[in-house]
T-cell receptor, first 109, second 113 residues
Framework: GIQVEQSPPDLILQEGANSTLRCNFS?????LQWFHQNPWGQLINLFY???GTKQNGRLSATTVATERYSLLYISSSQTTDSGVYFCAVEDNAGNMLTFGGGTRLMVKP | GAGVSQTPSNKVTEKGKYVELRCDPI?????LYWYRQSLGQGPEFLIYFQGTGAADDSGLPNDRFFAVRPEGSVSTLKIQRTERGDSAVYLC???????????FGQGTRLTVV
């Protein structure tokens, strides 16, 4: 099956700093989503982005499908950004999402 | 409903017992998925329904696990003879159609003691 790798696995930021999270995948994809899992375990949709660039407030994402990676940018980080960020992809063979291992982000005040 | 709803939020059961976990997807979503998330890991796929039928159950770990979606809406994940290793958060997701954006419920935290 498709492999999904996220980096870095852990990240500590000072409030106000910017960061870039990376997602590499091993095969072509139909779908790519970024999620934020909050401390209560809820997976919150950030972006549905199989290709191209999208922005939503302080967050933006870019997927370069031909090179099999996606980037999530967080600008002016806030303590509420803390949690785990997951990248998940759906390959051409199946209809389920395969998740990466996540990036655990802590933003300190 | 407004989002994917899962009940119960928490379930504690004794080893060997039978449990049922319920998922109520977003209204009109034809695709429904079950995932399992262990501590410190990403969610792992269990089973996918398109309408009433299980289109892919390749992620079910063994025959103690079974899921149904009899009317193409609500789904129930059933676990027989529970083991301590079944302890995890069970997540349900739905999407309008396969390959479109998936939305997750808040999960059911299952603890087998």
């Amino acid at each position: 099956g498709i492999q999904v790798e996220q980096s870095p696995p852990d990240l500590i930021l000072q409030e106000g700093a910017n960061s870039t999270l990376r997602c590499n995948f091993s095969d072509s994809v139909n779908n790519l989503q970024w999620f934020h899992q909050n401390p209560w375990g809820q997976l919150i949709n950030l972006f549905y982005i199989p290709s191209g660039t999208k922005q939503n407030g302080r967050l933006s994402a870019t997927t370069v499908a031909t090179e099999r990676y996606s980037l999530l940018y967080i600008s002016s980080s806030q303590t509420t950004d803390s949690g785990v960020y997951f990248c998940a992809v759906e390959d051409n063979a199946g209809n389920m999402l395969t998740f990466g291992g996540g990036t655990r982000l802590m933003v300190k005040p | 409903g407004a989002g994917v709803s899962q009940t119960p939020s928490n379930k504690v059961t004794e080893k060997g017992k039978y449990v049922e976990l319920r998922c109520d997807p977003i209204s009109g979503h034809t695709a429904l998925y079950w995932y399992r998330q262990s501590l410190g890991q990403g969610p792992e796929f269990l089973i996918y329904f398109q309408g009433t039928g299980a289109a892919d159950d390749s992620g079910l770990p063994n025959d103690r696990f079974f899921a149904v979606r009899p009317e193409g809406s609500v789904s129930t994940l059933k676990i027989q003879r529970t083991e301590r290793g079944d302890s995890a958060v069970y997540l349900c997701a739905s999407s309008l159609t396969p390959t479109t954006e998936a939305f997750f419920g808040q999960g059911t935290r299952l603890t087998v003691v």
